[in-house]
């Protein structure tokens, strides 16, 4: 059988397409670009010839059947999952040749249980990137049997979907790690259209494989590296109505129960920053809703348990009304203590690998925050999702019924509070340099970064954000103009005490607002 790479269509650029691929001095200038590096017209003027870094990964010839949708029967009835295209601002980017999903030749069925190796080159050299740096991304909360970094490899030997999957994400963060080289892109672009026509036939043809559920998560994956935040709900949507129809849950077992647990963690990161809540309420994420304490804390249980109590009180923030009548502001405010309650005794039945390594002073302007180290990226990623929650639950301090909610969140004890952990989610990141671990981060900085009033922590928060694009691939530029966009506003509040001073008290108002609710 020849490399499927061989059987899939290759992209035909258009007029429409042109442009994007043209240098940006020339796209300013409205004029030809040869599309050389450097390009004729940049060396004949002296300019520096550079690609737009604006462009946004997307396929524009997948579309669902049936105008976007892919429809399932189920016991109950009908059930309907979504799979639809990136975003329409950049439909044009691409033009691509129609493929026969329904060609065996094309894509083969699953690979019999005593496949041979890959033989081919390029294919070999993506699936060892992504067992190199995708799989142990994926399986940062889990432990043996490990499966996106074990299991997985081995079913994309016996299921094309799979495979298709593997390669295109590490195809994807390749391109993105160097520079998004023109061939790198369109190669991993190359990958990703043929998993994306190929998992729209398994949707259609398939029963509930966690093989598929697997599939769907890395292909979001390579979707979302490079996309704005306030885009992964479209990019997880359709896993969500996959699972939902399923059934799936993180008690589930096997690779369907790691799965669930990484779109849980990918949904939280989704709607994070928005403030909004997240596509899969938590207490649907375990039968019953309640994350019992085992006998015995082992790290991937208290991983487990993090990452629940995040969604909790993520939920709890994004729920929360601005006014509320007397007996529903009673129950919330008995909700913040019970969350806050959890949070104190996870934190302290943390497991002994999750002590610290080392602690060490600051270090100047470098790093200004105390650098706590932990074991592996693993275990600091879990603590900085933990003081993540321990951030938005302070930020959501109940009030009085005579107080408003930005003179709560401006007294010293709140905002000393706030900063301390803000604090110690951009350390975490600055202290343990591990892309595991940072391609979580990003979300988690976000948050934590608009809650910083002193320059130097701020600008190491942004060096941190520019560190972890460079070496994972993940979009951080929106970030940064966000922070940008909130401490400027900060500098126009004026205190009674100092004219042009920091209010921090604002600072924290603006984050308990969020996207969904601040004013423009």
Request: charged share 20%; aromatic share 8%.
């Amino acid at each position: 059988m020849p490399p499927f790479r061989e059987s899939i269509s290759k992209q035909v650029r258009g007029p429409s397409s042109r442009s994007k691929l043209a240098c940006e001095q020339c796209r300013k200038s409205h004029v030809k670009c040869d599309q050389s590096r450097p390009c004729a017209l940049c060396k004949r003027r002296g300019f520096e010839c550079s690609l737009c870094q604006d462009v946004t990964f997307t396929a524009l010839e997948f579309k669902a059947p049936a105008a976007g949708l892919t429809s399932f029967k189920t016991v109950e009835g009908p059930v309907t999952a979504t799979f639809v295209d990136e975003t329409e601002e950049v439909a044009d980017l691409y033009q691509v040749t129609s493929v026969s999903v329904e060609s065996d030749e094309t894509h083969p069925s699953p690979r019999p249980l005593d496949s041979t190796p890959i033989t081919d080159a390029t294919d070999a050299f993506f699936l060892w990137r992504y067992i190199d740096f995708i799989g142990p991304r994926f399986d940062m909360f889990d432990d043996a049997p490990r499966y996106f970094s074990t299991v997985v490899p081995q079913l994309a030997l016996n299921d094309t979907l799979v495979l298709l999957a593997c390669v295109a994400v590490a195809a994807r963060q390749y391109s993105l790690v160097n520079d998004q080289q023109q061939h790198n892109h369109e190669q991993a672009l190359t990958y990703y259209n043929a998993a994306i026509h190929l998992l729209s036939k398994r949707l259609q043809d398939s029963g509930p494989d966690p093989a598929v559920f697997a599939s769907c998560l890395l292909i979001a994956h390579c979707e979302m590296v490079e996309s704005k935040a306030t885009a992964w709900d479209l990019h997880l949507k359709g896993t969500g109505d996959l699972l939902k129809m399923h059934g799936w849950h993180g008690m589930s077992g096997g690779l369907a129960q790691a799965s669930f647990w990484i779109y849980c963690r990918m949904i939280i990161l989704a709607s994070l920053c928005a403030g909004k809540p997240t596509a899969l309420e938590p207490k649907e994420w375990i039968p019953g809703g309640v994350f019992s304490d085992p006998a015995t804390w082992t790290l991937k249980s208290w991983q487990k348990k993090v990452v629940f109590l995040l969604g909790m009180v993520h939920d709890f923030w994004s729920r929360t009304p601005d006014d509320m009548e007397r007996h529903a502001k009673q129950l919330h405010d008995a909700r913040w203590k019970e969350l806050e309650a959890e949070l104190l005794s996870l934190q302290s039945r943390a497991p002994a690998v999750c002590s610290p390594i080392s602690i060490l002073p600051p270090n100047g302007d470098d790093n200004p925050f105390q650098a706590v180290r932990y074991l592996n990226g693993p275990v600091s990623a879990a603590w900085q999702m933990l003081h993540t929650a321990f951030l938005i639950l302070t930020i959501c301090t109940p009030c009085s019924q005579a107080s408003s909610r930005l003179s709560v969140l401006s007294s010293p004890d709140v905002t000393r509070r706030a900063q301390m952990y803000a604090r110690q989610i951009v350390a975490n990141s600055l202290a343990n340099r591990c892309t595991i671990a940072w391609a979580n981060a990003v979300q988690l900085l976000t948050i934590a970064g608009q809650c910083l009033v002193v320059d130097a922590e701020r600008n190491a928060c942004v060096r941190v954000l520019r560190e972890i694009q460079q070496q994972t691939g993940w979009n951080t530029r929106a970030s940064i103009d966000r922070l940008g966009a909130a401490w400027e506003n900060s500098w126009r509040y004026e205190s009674h005490s100092a004219v042009g001073q920091v209010d921090a008290g604002k600072l924290l108002y603006h984050v308990w607002l969020g996207e969904e609710r601040s004013p423009s």
